[in-house]
């Protein structure tokens, strides 16, 4: 692996993790506004 593939690989990791805390966020929010219909609707299945 080249140091561009590495960057490359790592850009795409942090996107990654940057949308995951901005969902978790974003639900987070909706649920304490007391909006749980919305909360729950886009809250993955749990397994």
Request: charged content about 25%; glycine content about 8%; aromatic content about 2%.
């Amino acid at each position: 692996m080249t140091i561009c593939q590495a960057s490359d690989h790592g850009e795409t990791g942090v996107g990654c993790l940057t949308r995951n805390r901005d969902a978790i966020a974003d639900y987070l929010d909706a649920v304490r506004a007391g909006d749980r219909a919305d909360a729950v609707a886009e809250a993955p299945a749990s397994s």
